[in-house]
Structures are given as C-alpha cells and as structure tokens.
C-alpha cells in the first residue's frame, strides 16, 4: 500500500525554522521525483520545491535562499527546511511522488507562522 506521511509541521514565529519530513512507502522511492507544495485559505496549491531523480532541485521564487529540499533514498524520506520563515508561508504543505505514469500525495501538515 502505498503512503505518504508528512510530519514536522507546526506553530512557529516570523523569522524561526521547521523542517518537514515525508517518509514513504509502498513504492520504488528512489525512482520517483518528489516535490513539496503548499496550499493556503482561499489560494491555489503552487509547488514549493522539487527534487528529481538525477538530483536536480527546483524552487519557488518565494522560498529560494529560505528553503532546502533534501531526500535520503536509504530512508525512502523527502525533506524541507525551512528558515527565515515569513506569516506568507502559512499553508498546508504537502508531499508530492511523480513518475510519467504514476503520482502520489500525502494528507498534508500544516504550517502556521506568526507575525
């Protein structure tokens, strides 16, 4: 059975760190790009970073420089962490697994940053 389960997220103050983790299972991990999105009230789901299986990162303008998308194939666990964190970045952030003929979500964890 396939599954995504996000963790790390949380209640956090303007300018502080989390790091959020997405363990996997069910499924060839390694050979899967992972991504993180996020989706706050009233907005569209827009990515936030992407890792692909040859080791090419992608960011969201928003969060380049603040945040780092890392995966451990040996733990099947994508991370992101997360600094400098802004009330912008208040979402549910979730996991993303994608090959050209599959995809796979996580429930969610949310992100709340105060102002």
């Known amino acids: 059975q396939v599954q995504l389960v996000e963790s790390g997220g949380g209640l956090v103050q303007a300018g502080g760190s989390l790091r959020l983790s997405c363990a996997a299972s069910g499924f060839t991990f390694s050979t899967y790009a992972m991504t993180w999105y996020r989706q706050a009230p009233g907005k569209e789901r827009e990515l936030v970073a992407s890792?692909?299986?040859?080791?090419?990162?992608n960011y969201a303008d928003s969060v380049k420089g603040r945040f780092t998308i890392s995966r451990d194939n040996s733990k099947n666990t994508v991370y992101l962490q997360m600094n400098s964190l802004k009330p912008e970045d208040t979402a549910v952030y979730y996991c993303?697994?994608?090959?050209?003929?599959?995809?796979?979500w996580g429930q969610g964890t949310q992100v709340t940053v105060s102002s």
């Open positions: 890792y692909s299986t040859g080791g090419i990162t």
């Open positions: 993303n697994a994608r090959r050209p003929i599959a995809e796979y």
